[in-house]
């Protein structure tokens, strides 16, 4: 079975730096990747995707990610922060054998201090 | 503009009661999902759907129930609210490119 670890639980970075929050996965094959964007009192928005061919997906907002298959993680990255990137960020892997119900992380709260 | 749509929004109720939580979208996905959000835990898949008249239980469907009759919805039923069933609910639907598409939550207090 498919899981997900997100090993920080919370991260403060200041407005302007750089960031990098972790996700690592279990699976056996190859897997759906995703990363979502919660705002408080919001639903989940997707940021990007995994699915195959570049391991570096670029995404919504200035995000990007790199599969590294040989270390099973998909960490998100940003080169400089804003206040306004301050929410929850969860990792999230499906099967490709079909569409098949995602696997959450339990989440990276992202605080951004001026 | 497609969407999907959850009511109620904030739900107070007793414990032993019924409760229904609608889910509905208009994107014509085949795939639809109900997780719960809970601090610590992340979301937790409770029930999912590949199509109609398909329903399938995912890792705490203990205390909850879904049908689906159509494309467009999946009520998430809890039969005798338990306290432990206090969280914020997502539905979700899948575009056939595996992405979900998340409602905006139902927050479920009970007391």
């Known amino acids: 079975a498919q899981s997900v670890t997100q090993p920080d639980i919370h991260i403060t970075v200041s407005e302007g730096a750089s960031l990098e929050l972790r996700c690592n996965y279990s699976?056996?094959?190859?897997?759906?990747l995703f990363w979502y964007v919660q705002s408080p009192g919001q639903g989940l928005q997707l940021l990007l995707k995994?699915?195959?061919?570049?391991?570096l997906v670029q995404g919504i907002k200035g995000f990007e990610a790199e599969f590294k298959r040989s270390q099973s993680s998909f960490n998100l990255r940003k080169p400089s922060v804003h206040w306004s990137d301050a929410a929850e960020y969860f990792c999230?892997?499906?099967?490709?054998?079909?569409?098949?119900?995602?696997?959450f992380g339990t989440g990276t709260r992202l605080l951004v201090s001026p | 503009d497609a969407e999907i749509t959850q009511s109620p929004r904030h739900k107070i109720t007793e414990t032993g009661r019924q409760v229904t939580l609608a889910c509905h979208q208009t994107?014509?996905?085949?795939?639809m999902f109900w997780y719960r959000q809970d601090l610590g835990h992340g979301l937790r898949l409770i029930h999912y759907?590949?199509?109609?008249?398909?329903?399938n239980k995912g890792e705490v469907s203990d205390g909850y129930s879904v049908s689906r009759s159509n494309t467009e919805d999946l009520p998430l039923t809890l039969e005798s609210a338990a306290s432990s069933q206090t969280s914020v609910y997502f539905c979700?639907?899948?575009?056939?490119?595996?992405?979900?598409?998340f409602g905006e939550g139902s927050r479920l207090t009970v007391l």
């Open positions: 699976y056996g094959a190859t897997p759906y």
């Open positions: 759907s590949y199509g109609v008249q398909d329903t």
């Open positions: 979700a639907s899948q575009r056939d490119t595996g992405e979900l598409f």
């Open positions: 999230a892997v499906g099967e490709m054998t079909g569409f098949q119900k995602l696997v």
């Open positions: 995994y699915f195959s061919g570049d391991t």
């Open positions: 994107w014509n996905h085949n795939n």
